[in-house]
């Protein structure tokens, strides 16, 4: 067996999405209104609003901040109101919610950013193994966006990918 090594994965024109390359924020920051509520149980309006005119919003400058509680606490809509209107003149993005939710919201807005036409009538594969904690739904958006494109899509790795979908004409 002699010859030429020939890379039939480069030669088959599949394009590679691998949501791993998204760049995730390492200035992330989670704020927890427990530690505001009396006994970490429930919240006592005066004492809930002098916690926020006496914290230093200053410190989420340019940062990803995601608020939610962690007590079974019931938790007024006012309450997040007032802080998201606090931190909303520092940050880059407040997501009211769990770390779960913020994650989400993030993969969802940079997917939505992409330029999707580099991949019409191209075979398309979406890598599967990742390093880092990508949310379901972020399959499920970049699947979305790349049906009315793509001739094909698949999951995985090339030498195993799982068809997904393939345009029929």
Request: charged share 25%; net charge neutral; glycine share 4%.
């Amino acid at each position: 067996m002699s010859g030429e090594i020939v890379n039939r994965v480069e030669k088959s024109g599949l394009m590679t999405i691998d949501l791993d390359e998204i760049k995730l924020p390492s200035n992330i920051f989670e704020i927890d209104i427990k530690k505001w509520l009396f006994e970490g149980l429930f919240l006592k309006e005066k004492d809930f609003r002098n916690n926020i005119n006496k914290h230093d919003w200053s410190a989420y400058t340019n940062a990803y901040v995601y608020v939610h509680c962690s007590s079974d606490a019931i938790i007024p809509t006012w309450a997040y109101m007032l802080i998201s209107s606090q931190l909303e003149n520092f940050t880059e993005l407040v997501i009211i919610g769990n770390e779960k939710k913020f994650f989400e919201k993030y993969f969802e807005d940079t997917i939505n950013s992409i330029d999707y036409s580099i991949y019409e009538g191209k075979s398309v594969i979406i890598k599967g193994c990742s390093d880092k904690k990508i949310p379901i739904s972020a399959y499920h958006i970049l699947t979305t966006k790349l049906k009315p494109l793509a001739k094909s899509i698949m999951f995985g790795e090339a030498c195993s990918a799982v068809p997904v979908f393939k345009k029929t004409s």
